[in-house]
């Protein structure tokens, strides 16, 4: 079975551009997130997607991100404009199911991750 | 709310001997703990997960966890390193007040194995 992918695995962009990244989530997987690691900080919570719903988009920084997943398959996360505290590493985790309440049913997959470098 | 410490950024052992890594959490309920590791270049990746049943949990590549809600604690060990091992390592902690699983990351341990 196939497991999270992430396109590119590395992007470097000029500041004021756009970029796309991708998340291929494991077939089934109704569950996805996306997430960030700023250098030198935690990795954090960016958004949750049940199916092509966005459940919870507290994380997302500001409205110069964009995320979509259309026909609750693949998604993709567009910065734009980029800044340079853009960079860093968006993570990308599907699971399949919602959790009963005290049980964890629903372990996150991860990706290897998308590099962003805002020069 | 939900929190995690990780007590050490950075933590150097010999190979053939032991790892301890430490991790610390706050939770509102019952919580779900998960250690994750990410070698370079490579996805996080589960190592092993506590969810209310034994406290003593088991996972891949020979590491163990014990679960002390006296303590808050939940620190990795294992008892001999290995070269491979040399990774970073994330404590995470599973809220089960939200509808889903929202999970909080710890900010990381970077393990170093000396030959």
């Known amino acids: 079975e196939a497991g999270v992918t992430q396109f590119p695995s590395h992007s470097v962009i000029e500041k004021g551009q756009t970029v796309t990244l991708r998340c291929d989530p494991i077939?089934?997987?109704?569950?996805l997130y996306w997430y960030r690691r700023v250098m030198g900080k935690e990795i954090k919570f960016l958004l949750h997607f049940v199916k092509e719903s966005k459940q919870d988009e507290s994380g997302m920084p500001n409205n110069r991100f964009l995320a979509e997943r259309t026909g609750g398959t693949y998604s993709t996360l567009k910065v734009q404009p980029a800044e340079l505290e853009d960079s860093g590493v968006y993570f990308c985790a599907s699971s399949s199911t919602a959790s009963a309440r005290g049980i964890a049913k629903n372990i996150q997959y991860f990706g290897a991750g998308t590099r962003l470098s805002v020069l | 709310a939900q929190s995690v410490t990780q007590l050490d950024s950075h933590v150097s052992v010999s190979e053939g001997t032991p790892v301890l890594l430490r991790c610390n959490y706050s939770s509102s309920y019952s919580p779900s703990l998960f250690w994750y590791v990410q070698h370079p270049n490579k996805g996080l990746q589960l190592l092993l997960k506590?969810?209310?049943?034994?406290?003593l949990v088991k996972g891949i590549n020979g590491f163990e966890a014990e679960f002390k809600k006296s303590e808050t604690s939940f620190h990795l060990t294992k008892p001999s390193a290995h070269m491979s091992d040399a990774a970073e390592y994330f404590c995470?902690?599973?809220?089960?007040?939200?509808?889903?699983?929202?999970?909080?990351f710890g900010p990381g341990t970077s393990l170093s194995v000396i030959p």
């Open positions: 077939s089934g997987h109704d569950n």
């Open positions: 995470v902690v599973s809220d089960h007040g939200t509808s889903y699983d929202k999970v909080i």
């Open positions: 506590y969810t209310s049943a034994a406290t």
